[in-house]
């Protein structure tokens, strides 16, 4: 029988990656096709609509690329599938693809320059830069964008230009150094995939995305130089070099501005030293001096008077009229401070701050987006990735630019573009329903159910956690494939022997709630960890909904369940409710929310964090980038013991001041090892850390 089903077992598996490959060719062939046909179709405006839907068949080929493709494989079968056709998809759009009056500037900024002309004093259209230029520039002059005004790009743009030009001032030249830089991203972006020990075949999303190719190589934005020293900053923060981090992202400033907004995402307490490199490209200045305060005259204007497809800021001028943009920068501050505080994760953080620029930002032109396309093999956003392809709804404007010269923008179009990106945004952090554009791990099946209940003289409150435990396994059926480990840390009561009477297995363990975890961890099998702390009453059903959640999901790996105080309160449904909040908006759970994960899951992210205070919230935010959380039918019920012997006021402020304390310090890595400061400004100087 065991043969059969193992056969079985097997033949499915076959099945399951024939469909799979052939799903991956089809995408394959569709990206290839699309991508070709939009090199062959540029500019954009000339055939908006056919345009963007093939973009948009384009960015879901991409994606089934990423989502279908092995999940282990070779150097060779890299080569041949991904990052050939991509250099020759690369070579056509710089061929074949006209050139944006974006780089016509750059061209013209780049040449004046060899003439003696400072670009942000000058503005292209000036008689004194026009007399400096050959018939071929002049020829480009008449198709620069705002022709009138002086440079807006930062200094280190400015001499790229100058580089370029001096090669040859030609849109070909240019166009190919965009394509490498974006090539070289992608280089670099693969480099963090081995780091983060993510599939290599996620790059597949970078290297055929429409957007990159039309707007990297295709009408060679300078995004591409962005996105490549962004994420060589990245790079050498995960590769423990800070100082070239530093430099690195500095680089990426004085390229565009905006690349700033990570500055706060790299900072800790060791490696502050660090920050002036990051001052130093400021240098790049000095050739350009003599401009004085010119040299923002133009960027001001533009964030100030300038929009396209931006829309937080159609809400902020709805609201404050002409305090729109000081309403907005206080908006951005917000933003940037939740994410810095909840989004513990170095990459996560920097791709959620980019994002939360663009959104902010008075303009969203669809190159903007490059940077969050770029990252998406590291975090596969569905929000985002949605973006990448409703950005197209803008076509039909560029559309009209192109034939009419009159730029009119249609701002119901935004209703489609941005309803469904905030949706999917919130839908997904409120329910942890919605997976990402493809799954980065599978684990692999489970089988078993290890319950750990850590205690330390719990005996008043062991034996009703125990029947629930075990009413809950015998409703579900799962009493075969459980166990119940109680890890004691030292009780002077009769909590062993009543856990003993109730036919747990028994661990000793030194104090501290994660120690003793982790030493239960240890010391089971179980694929599935449920802690359940002795104050909690579990609800029947639990059990069932979690193992249930596991089997049928490869990619969660784990989550928490909702949770009620016992005795119930007015005032402590409001404890609930922001818990409940907590964990949809954050992904951060508290140990008396019956938090579960897979084993295999910790073995990724190296074990159960034995802290002697805080471990819930370690391992809510170690395992939040293997996969979605889940959270199952059932409630868990606690005991509001510890509230009653304290002012509620007090120990709420209490409880939000140390959970963002431990968040901060954690940002800043000066937690200690153990975070022992936290237990004893919890538990206090002269007691014993305990459950």
Known sequence: MQDVQRYATTETEESSDQERTYLFKLSWGGACICNLGLAFLGPVGRTPSLFAVLCVVGVVSAIGMARYAPETTTTTWRWCWLWAPAIVLRIFFVGVFPACSDLSRYIVEGAVQW????????????????????????????????????????PGALLLFRGVAGIQPSPLVFKAVMAIFELATCLVVSRLLILRQKRMSAIALCLFHPLLLVYGAGEGHLDAVLMFFWMLSLLAFE???????YFTLGMAAMIKYPAMV???FYLTAK?????????????????????????FSSLGAFALHMAFNDSLMVILRALFGSSASLAGIVTLFLMLLWIWVFVQDRIVSVFAAMGAFLLVSPSLHPWYLMSMVVMLPLVPSVAWGYLSAAVTLTFPTVGIEYRTGLFHEHQWIKFFEYIPFYALFVFSRMTGSVRRLFPEYRFAPVRSLSVLIPTRNEAKTLHECLHAVRKSLIQCNLSHVAEIVVIDAGSTDKTTQIATEEGCRVLSSPAGRGKQIAAGVAATTGDVILIVHSDCRIAPEITGSIFEAMQNDSISPGGACAMQFLPRRRRMRVVEFLNDMRVR?????????????????LSRVGGFPALLLMEDVELALRIQDLGPCRYPAGTVRVLARTWDHARFSFRFVFIIRLFLEYLVCRRLKCVSPDAGEFCTRYYGPDAACSS
């Open 115 to 154: 003439a003696g002309i400072n670009p942000y004093i000058v503005p292209p259209m000036d008689s004194v830069a026009a007399a400096s230029m050959s018939d071929t520039l002049g020829v480009l002059l008449k198709t620069v964008n705002h022709a009138n005004m002086t440079a807006i790009y930062p």
């Open 239 to 245: 590769t423990k070099r800070s100082g070239w981090g």
């Open 262 to 264: 990570a500055l706060p």
């Open 271 to 295: 490696n502050i030293r660090y920050t002036w490199l990051c001052a130093l490209p400021v240098l790049l200045f000095v050739p350009f001096a003599s401009a004085g305060g010119q040299i």
């Open 585 to 601: 908006l954050t992904g951060i759970a508290f140990g008396d929310q019956a938090q579960f994960v897979r084993r295999e899951a």
